[in-house]
């Protein structure tokens, strides 16, 4: 048994095989790192990745060497997560350290911001990594986590940097932060978006989700190895407005806000035309004038978020606003369902502030039009949030149709009655309870006229419902476009 100091062991296993933390992936001469998770322990499966033909096994203080044979290399280290993140990054050769590398964290905003610089650097000169795929060199592969497993990260790292791809937007999210996923990659730049409440099941309180979510600065950012890093903050943001309190002082802090003139980047004025909406944004003594076609305050940070850190690598002012007025969201995020009829949008907001602000922006852009919203809430997660999201959504819309989500192991109509536990009794009159959610949404738009804009939430660009441990095929986006279809 060798007993390492540090988490970087990589010279003593660099000889051997792959390195994985599943045990069912084991090929001969891979090393198994046994990482105890929330439910599972990592010594249960040394045997059989023994068996399977691992020739070490990685694990920390607790690792039970009794049933390692000697002819099996054992190593215990300080903390089993970090080794294999520096581990796989090593083993395909710090990919991470080629590529200009954002890391963008927050609840809300992650995928859109992604989507927009990747929109403004260009599809040949960029790649982006998150919720809804891995999108670089013509290659759109759909993604199972938001930041993807360590190996499969810097897998996907290695496959961008053999494309010639020079930049990467990653999505951060507080569970690849707090689980060590991007452990031993090294950040050019981070942003951090905004902090609701999301996550408690996993996170417990706001507080450990903030230190989550910081994390990418005070430890990742921090720690790189690349020079002239830069991160990107909203201060309109509580919790943003700590972060740079947390950076050290050799990288530079760009502040963004739609709020505080004071900001790096300020939104002055806003003002609504044909193809959308015109935008002033102040930066230093310069005024510069963009055109989008999205709408909605959280829309509007993301375009200062995305033009900040545009801006300050360098990029031409005309690109910046080239790409600016040609993104029209990203899949899923506020999305409107093309048809001649009907207003029908699609949103993945799942959060009490996710959904206050989907329903605030088609408030604001639809004024003469009444605002009807189909949702639910997942199963088996934080459960405090639902009567909160009852609550916002009565309060907000004219109308409201309430159903399942992802119920996965619990009764959807238990978390129907959570939601509904949020509604005041003269709100009451508002809701309609369908708990199957494929006809919810066949009633919702058979009840649909000129007059109302209808809101489809939670989903998103999802295109499963998982219930009961089975993803089972399911689309919003789908099934609107058969009801419209069946209304012709």
Known sequence: MYISKSNNI?????HLGSPTNNSRKIKRNDVFFAINGEKENGNMYIEEAIRKGAAAIVGDKNLNTKVIPKNVLSLVVPNVRKSFGITCSNFFS???DNINLCGITGTNGKTSIAYLLNTIFGKEHSSLIG???KKYGGKKIKSTLTTPDTFDLNKTLKEIKNHKIKNCFLEVSSHSLELSRVEGINFDSGIFTNITRDHLDFHKNMSSYYKSKAKLFSYYLNNSTKKNKIAVINIDDKYGRKIPKLINKNIKVISYSIKNSNADFYLKSIKKVKSGNKLIIK???????LETKLFGSYNLQNILASFAISKSKGLSIKKIFDGVKKFQGAPGRLEKIKNRKFNIFIDYAH????????????KENFKDKRIIVLFGCGGDRDKGKRPKMGEIVSEAANKIIITSDNPRYENPKTIIQDIIQGVSSKNL???????????AIKSSIKSINKDAVLLIAGKGHEEYQEIRGIKNKF??????????????
């Open 94 to 96: 710090n990919p991470g």
């Open 10 to 14: 990589f010279r003593k296993i660099k």
């Open 429 to 439: 009159k508002k809701i309609k309870v369908i708990a199957n959610r494929r006809n």
């Open 351 to 362: 959060t009490p502030d996710a959904i206050k602000k989907s329903i605030q922006s088609l």
């Open 475 to 488: 689309s919003d986006k789908m099934e609107i476009k058969k009801c419209l279809k069946n209304l012709r």
């Open 283 to 289: 930066n230093a003594k310069n005024e510069f004038i």
């Open 131 to 133: 919720t809804i795929e």
